[in-house]
C-alpha cells in the first residue's frame, strides 16, 4: 500500500476567520503529516474538548481520532462536519498530547501515528472496562437463614451459598464462590431468581495491592558512593529541577538501591514515579524488589490482556499506583503526579521502537521530565554513547559509582585466544583448555556457572563440504540455522523453515556439514563433557513458552541447576551469588557486525555478562574466548574500563561522523524488484542533493542485509548536526515515493542499527 493512496489532494489553503464557528483539528492514524479539519456543529459545541476521542467522515467512512486544536480559523474550503464526540473527558492530558506532537515532529510521523505510541490500542479502542461477577445477599439476614434451612437437605449446594451470604453484606466474587462451594452458575441463579442473592457486575481491579512483608527487611547502610548519589538525585526531586541524571555504576555497584530510595522519598510526598526496564528484565525478580518496598506498584507486561491493560491504565491515571514499572512504553503511563522516572540499563536498543512512531524511550522520557520539572535517572554500567556524551558536554550530571558493594571486588577476566586452542581437524573447540578447567573446578566446589553466546539454534551455518554451497533461506540472503530439538532449519530473519536438508540442495551430495554453534550446541556439548551437572538454556526459543523464563531462573536461583547456557537474556541483570563463572563462549559475534554500534555492543554484552560473575565472597573469574584478542574493545572490556572505552570510541564516531556527534535519518526501500528498488532509491537521492551538504547524504546502496522476506533493500543515510533538517528530507522522500506502489519507504530516524 502505498503512503498516500487513501488520501484526498491536498486542500487548497484558505483561512477564514469566523468567530460564530468552531474548526476542530484532528489527528487521525495515518502516515500523513497533517491534521484534519472538521466543523464542530452547535450540538456538539459544549462535549469537544482538546484530547477527547472524535468520530469523522474520512473518505466516505466514519473513523476515530483526536481533537488535538479548536479554533474559530476555516483553514480550508470545504470543511465537513464532526459526527460525535466520544469521550466526555478527555482521554489525553495537555502533557501526553504535547508529547505526542513531539514525537510526530522529531521521528517525522503524523501526530495520529505517534498517539499510537502514548495511548494503548486497548485504550483508543472504545469497549467496556472488564468485570466481574459479584453474588450479594438481597435478602434479610432472617429470610436467609430460613431459606438456608429450608434447603438444607434438598439443595445443598444452594444451602452452602446462603451460608456464605449470611458472612456479611460485601458477599462474594462469582468465581471464588464456585470455586469454595464447588458448584456450577446454577444454584446462583436460582437462588437470583428467588430473590434471596443479586449477582452484580463490578469492575476488576487491575492493581493489586499487595502488603509488604510484616518483617522489614534489614535496612541497609549506603555506601558512600551511594549516598552521595541519592543526595543530587533528592536535591533535585526537592529544587524540581529537571536534572537528567547518568549514574554509572559499575555491575553490582547497587544502583537499584539508589532508584529505591529516591522513588521512596517521591512516593511518600504523595506523588508517583516510573520505572523502564528492558522487557527480558521485567523479571518477577526484579518486579519483586519494588513490591517489597511499595504497596501500589502497577507492573506494565506486554502479555496483559486488553481488558487489564485498559483497566491498569485508568487506574494509573486515577493515581491509584505510587510505581509504574514498564518497558518502553509505560513511559507513557498518565501517571497524575510524576515526581521520577526512572531508567535502568539504559544503553538497551530495546528502548527504541522499532514499529512507527520509532521513538526512544530515553529521549521521551528526557522531554517528559523537562516538561514536568521533574529529574530523570539514566542508569548503567555501559552507558550509551549518547548519554555518556551527553554527561561530558554538561547537559547530563554523572553520578559515578565505580565499585561493587560490600566491598566485592569486579571478577577477574581473562581473554584467550581460540587461534591457540590444540586442535585436530575441523573448528576449534567450542568449549576451550581454559574454560574447560574452570568449570571443572567450580563443578568440583558445587558452585555455577554461567555459559554466554549471542546465537540461537544448534547449528548456524549448514554447509556442503563437496561443493562449498552454503544453505539460504529460500526468501532471504541469510543463512539458516538448524534447531536440533524441533529438526528443523529455520530462518531468524522471516518465518521461513524447513526441514533439515539430508544432501546438498545444489550438487545433491551427501556431505552437508553442521558448522557454526549456537546455544543448543553448546548446551549438548556441556552435556557430554560434565554428565553428572544439569544443564539449562535460555534464549528465546526456551522462553517462548509462558512462565519458562522464571522457571528456568527460578530452578538456577535455588540450585536445581549447576549450568546456565544461554543469550542476551541471561547477560543482564541476573543477581545469583554462588555464579563464580562465567564463560563467553565467542566474543566475535557482535564484533564482526558491519554497523557503527559493533564495538559499542560488543562492549555491552561483555561487560554485562561478566558482571554476573562474582557476586558473593566466593569471588568468581570470566573468560572470555576470541579469535581477536587484542581487539581495543575487548582488551578494556577486560579490565572493567568503560571510560577507557569511551575514550577510544567517541574519537573515531566524531572522526566518521555518527552518533552522538551527527544525528541520522535512515531511508529504507524494500520492494521484491531490485530494479525499482534502487532505482527509486537513486531517485530519492537526487531529490536530496539539492537540500543536503555532500557529506550529509550517504547512499543509497544496498543494506547489509541485503534481501529479506523475499525483499531487496537499500538504504541511505542523512546526517544532521541538529536533525532540523530531517523533517524536510522527510517530506520530499515521501514525495518521492508517492507513486512506487510496489516498494514501501521506512524513516528512521536515531536507527540503532544501520543493518
Ligand atoms: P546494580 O543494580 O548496580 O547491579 P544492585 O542494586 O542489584 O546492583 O545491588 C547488588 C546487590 O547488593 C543486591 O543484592 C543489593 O541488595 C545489595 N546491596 C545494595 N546496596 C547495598 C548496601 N549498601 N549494602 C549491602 N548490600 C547492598
Ligand atoms: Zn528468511
Redesign the pocket.
Known sequence: MNLFDHLPDPPETKTAEDPNALYADVALHLPVDREFQYRVPEGLRERVTLGARVRVPFRNRAVTGFCVGLSSKKQFDRVKDLEAVVDDTPLLSDLLLDLARWIAKRYVCSVGEALAAVLPLSVRRERAARTVAWVVPAADTETLRAARDERAESRPAQARVLTEMLEGPEGMEASALRRTIGCSDSPLRTLARAGLVAIEQRRAAAIESVARPTAPKRE????DE?RRALERVLAAIEARHATTFLVH?????????VYLRAIEAVVAAGRQAIVLVPEISLTPQTVSRFRERFDRVAVLHSHLTDADRREQWREIRAGKADVVIGARSAVFAPTPDLGLIVIDEEHESSFKQNTTPRYHARDAAVERARRLAIPLLL?S?TPSMESWQAAERGTYERLD?PHR??SLALPRVEIVDTADEPREHGPPPLIGRRLHLAMEDALAKREQILLFLNRRGHSTFLCCTRCGHVVKCSRCDITLTFHRRRRRASCHYCSYETDPPVRCPACRGHSVRYLGAGTEKIEDEVASRFPEAVVARLDSDTARKRGALEATLDDFRDRRTDILVGTQMIAK?L?FPDVTVVGIISADVTLNLPDFRAAERTFQLVAQVA?RAG?SRKGGMVIVQTLQPGHACIQRAARHDFTGFAQDELPAREEMRYPPFVRLLRILLQGKDEQRVSKLAGAVRASLESKLRPENLLGPGPAPLAYVDQRFRYHLLVKSETGDTFREVAKRTRETCARTRDVTVTLDVDPTDTL
Open positions: 541497609l547502610v549506603l555506601t551511594q555504576g559499575a555491575t553490582g555497584s547497587g544502583k537499584t538501591e542508569g554500567a559509582m558493594v560490600d541483570g543477581d558482571g557476586r
